[in-house]
């Protein structure tokens, strides 16, 4: 099964780091359920394009905090993860999309008044639709 | 703990040649890539790791036993693929796989057979007859079913297809899921290195790196496209500039640490491809900092 990864190469966010949250991301929004296998770290090394030193490093801190289990000969799981902890990463994700968003906006030296009018526009686009 | 394959210090010297291996110590379950360029001394290598060639200083072992011992059952835990098949030419492939099954216990016949059903390998035909694409393929398909903890494979991908590349790096990863085995590859395929390395070793001019883990050795390196040209020609981890204002570092925090002192805005940065990392060790003896 091929994993919706993405790695960006211009951040400085370490690589097990990226593909930590981003697996973080697949089960807080519920497109990776509680029980869904995920790839085996050969696999997902060969895909990502990186050692497979790496991606055992992401998955055992994703074990350690609780969001994958890994039994023996079986493979590597979804664990159960508390709703609360899910949505409360969900609304992260959401922050963060906005936060780079703005750092974006400042880059084009938008002040706070322009960039507040454009999410209202495109709110109002998107319920037009 | 004993490691399937340790090397120490190592020195050979043919004519004006000299290769010189510090420490190497492979561990069990990880992909290793040696890169170099042509006759930079990666074949010579592995011939010293299999007793071909005699180094004349310092020390190999396979598990724990010296290659250059009296016993050379180590022997039957590596499998080893040159980059010819030397002697082979008047079998066929299941003669090979006859001797091959006899000579090491460990020999898989499901690990054989399959790889060359899925690659349509002629084994009724004599090696003679077999272009060089096949004949690496059959080259694989009995290092394959030896079924060795230890494989090292000297260019095995450079007459193949496409396909059977891909099927090649997908049946050598499910051998790797048992987590046991450990596998040297020589490649000048930028594809198979970043698709099976854990880590990489460096031949150049006769001297050899330490391993060097794959993604910090990326990581280690950065490019930053500025707004502006630095005024000096050389900025703190600067290793090359192209178009004026597109900087390459081996040393980013270095350098973005100079370009905030001195006001220099960076427009975008990213990491470097593998492919220009190798291409500036090989080509400009580049320093690794990592």
Not at chain 1, 99 to 121: F, G, L, N, P, Y
Not at chain 2, 11 to 20: A, M, R, T
Not at chain 2, 233 to 243: L, V
Not at chain 2, 253 to 262: D, G, H, I, P, R
Request: hydrophobic fraction near 40%.
């Amino acid at each position: 099964m091929n994993l919706p990864i993405r790695l960006s190469k211009s951040s400085r966010e370490p690589i097990y780091h990226q593909i930590e949250n981003q697996i973080k991301a697949l089960i807080a929004s519920g497109q990776l359920a509680t029980g869904d296998p995920l790839p085996s770290i050969r696999l997902l090394a060969k895909e990502l394009e990186i050692s497979s030193i790496t991606i055992r490093r992401a998955y055992q801190n994703l074990e350690y905090s609780g969001f994958i289990q890994t039994s023996q000969g079986k493979g590597t799981f979804v664990a159960e993860v508390d709703p609360a902890m899910k949505t409360s990463m969900a609304s992260q994700a959401v922050e963060d999309a906005i936060s780079k968003a703005i750092s974006i906006a400042r880059q084009h030296e938008c002040s706070d008044e322009d960039i507040v009018r454009m999410v209202k526009t495109l709110l109002q686009k998107e319920e037009n639709q | 703990m004993t490691f399937p394959l340790t090397i120490r210090n190592i020195e050979k010297s043919i004519d004006e040649f000299h290769l010189n291996i510090q420490d190497l110590t492979f561990e069990e379950g990880t992909i290793s890539a040696i890169v170099g360029t042509n006759g930079a001394g990666k074949s010579t290598f592995f011939k010293m790791l299999m007793n071909l060639v005699k180094q004349d200083n310092g020390e190999i072992e396979v598990f724990g036993h010296s290659v250059r011992g009296e016993d050379d059952a180590w022997k039957q835990q590596i499998a080893y693929q040159a980059q010819t098949m030397i002697g082979c030419d008047a079998f066929t492939g299941e003669q090979l796989r006859n001797l091959m099954a006899e000579v090491y216990p460990s020999w898989d016949e499901s690990l054989f057979r399959r790889f060359s059903e899925k690659l349509n390998i002629p084994l009724n035909k004599k090696v003679q007859k077999l272009s060089p694409g096949v004949k690496t393929k059959l080259n694989l398909a009995l290092n394959f079913g030896k079924n060795t903890p230890i494989l090292m494979l000297d260019e095995p991908t450079a007459a193949m297809d496409i396909p059977s590349r891909n099927y090649f790096i997908q049946f050598l990863l499910e051998l790797m899921e048992r987590g046991d085995r450990t596998v040297l590859i020589a490649s000048h395929q930028a594809d198979d290195i970043k698709k099976l390395a854990d880590y990489l070793v460096f031949i150049n001019k006769g001297s050899v790196t330490r391993l060097l883990e794959k993604d910090s050795l990326v990581s280690s390196y950065r490019l930053f496209w500025l707004k502006e040209e630095p005024q000096v020609s050389r900025i703190p981890g600067e290793i090359k500039r192209t178009y004026k204002k597109v900087i390459l570092s081996n040393h980013p925090e270095a350098t973005m640490a100079y370009l905030s002192k001195n006001g220099l805005v960076i427009v975008d940065e990213q990491v470097p491809e593998l492919e220009d990392i190798i291409q500036e060790i090989l080509m400009e003896g580049e320093m690794i900092n990592v």
